[in-house]
């Protein structure tokens, strides 16, 4: 059974930071893509940030360059997003997301993370 946790969301202030864990089971997990993805309400589903498998290379939304950061440790089949210098429009439920051979895909069930003094 494939199981995608997320944990470390929360209430922070303007300017803050937050680190996000995606702790993964069932899968073997160094194949797989890694991403972050957010939805605030009323909106759609917005790729954050990518890691490929074996921490290749890693791709960022232009809204999160030089604020956030996507890192993997495959050992602990873990991936992280660290997001710093947070603004009220960073408010959203990131998701975990595994992907690999165009038909493996799996999601976690989300954090809340809340921007906001």
């Known amino acids: 059974q494939v199981q995608l946790v997320e944990s470390g969301g929360g209430l922070v202030q303007p300017g803050g930071s937050l680190r996000l864990s995606c702790a993964a089971s069932?899968?073997?997990?160094?194949?797989?893509?890694m991403s972050w993805y957010r939805q605030a309400p009323g909106k759609e589903r917005e790729l954050v940030a990518k890691i490929t498998s074996f921490g290749v290379s890693t791709n960022y939304a232009d809204s999160v360059k030089d604020r956030f950061t996507i890192s993997r440790d495959d050992a602990k089949n873990t991936v992280y997003l660290q997001m710093n210098s947070l603004k009220p429009e960073d408010t959203a439920v990131y998701y975990c997301?595994?992907?690999?051979?165009?038909?493996?895909?799996?999601w976690g069930q989300g954090t809340q993370v809340t921007v906001s003094s």
């Open positions: 997301n595994a992907y690999a051979n165009l038909a493996w895909n799996y």
């Open positions: 069932g899968i073997t997990f160094s194949v797989y893509d």
